[in-house]
């Protein structure tokens, strides 16, 4: 491209900043979010006309249209699409500087957003927010579980959360874009509870155990791979499942009946098995550990009370790192 024509883009996209309103932009969000310039108004305690004006200001203002209008409501063109992609950056960005300045004067307040899974929530994640709250009691946090890797990792795109704590995903869901830190491995273990018949055995034969009332992850799941991989690598055909389910939570609750026998992870097992009447099983089982970690934006900037959050998970999980087999 000639300079000269470079030098004219420039001042194009130069006019175009300078004439967009952060207010009007705050509108397109939230017409995109709603769907309906009746459901924003009322949102925004605006006008619906008002409403209507902002987008067509910045559609005046950016030279083409942002907004199909249907009988059903609106949804983004193409174009509106790019433009609500670069307003999420923008409004997070200001709000990371709003929280970096509060930060500045105390590093100990300020918001955290933690992306996680429903199995980091049965003992990793709330033991580190409770030892990082108890140094810092003004920080709020925000923990937002997702059913899938892949609605982590949306969720982290779109600058809902500040960065995943958990199970790191394959690198195909994954990205270039993506800077992933690993903190430890987890090992799998099956357990049982307190009342269980296999609780009160000092050794017991795999052989024995597959006949048990299992409740483990269905087939299709990220960890049920792993429990069949276990078994045949010992001769055994895996077990069949009697409640099969990703739920953590459905898990320690059903193997605290002491009817049912499970797979949990090492981190789980000693955050939280004393306090659920659970035990890992004295029987030879080597599952292949799940990697946990980190994962941030490589071209997000992170609040200094985030980065203390991260150096404090760190910290917290050196024993778990050390104690991996």
């Known amino acids: 491209m000639p300079v000269w024509a470079m030098d004219t883009v420039r001042k ?5 900043l300078r004439r967009l309103k952060l207010r009007d932009l705050r509108v397109l969000l ?25 987008i067509g200001e910045i559609e005046h203002v950016v030279g083409t249209q942002l907004l199909d209008r249907t009988a059903q409501g609106v949804e983004p063109t193409p174009h509106g699409r790019a433009l609500l992609r670069w307003a999420v950056v923008v409004f997070d960005d200001l709000r990371q500087a709003a929280e970096e300045l509060e930060s500045l004067s105390d590093p100990g307040a300020g918001e955290i957003r933690i992306g996680t899974t429903d199995s980091m929530i049965a003992g990793f994640v709330p033991a580190i927010i409770d030892g990082f ?73 795999l052989a024995e155990l597959r006949e048990a009332r299992w409740c483990i992850p269905p087939d299709g799941s990220v960890v049920r791979p792993l429990i069949d991989e276990a078994f045949r690598g010992k001769g055994l055909d895996p077990p069949r499942h009697v409640v099969g389910s990703n739920s953590v939570q459905l898990s320690t609750a059903l193997l605290a009946t002491g009817r049912f026998v499970g797979v949990l992870s090492g981190s789980t097992l000693r955050i939280s098995g004393k306090r659920l009447g659970l035990k890992r099983l004295p029987v030879d089982l080597p599952i292949r550990p799940l990697t946990t970690g980190i994962v941030t934006l490589k071209t997000r900037a992170l609040s200094s009370t985030v980065q203390l959050f991260i150096e404090h998970t760190r910290e917290a999980a050196r024993p778990y790192s050390k104690a991996t087999p």
């Open 12 to 16: 194009l996209s130069e006019r175009t």
């Open 30 to 54: 939230a017409v995109a979010a709603t769907g309906s310039m009746g459901k924003t108004a009322a949102q925004l305690a605006m006008s619906q006309p008002a409403v209507s004006k902002a």
């Open 133 to 205: 709250s108890r140094l810092y009691p003004k920080v709020v946090f925000e923990v937002l579980p997702a059913a899938t890797f892949a609605d982590q990792y949306a969720a982290l795109r779109e600058r809902r959360i500040d960065f995943i704590l958990g199970r790191l995903a394959t690198q195909a869901i994954g990205g270039a874009d993506l800077k992933s830190e690993v903190l430890f491995l987890d090992p799998m273990f099956p357990a049982a509870g307190v009342g269980s018949k296999w609780f009160r055995r000092r050794q017991i034969a």
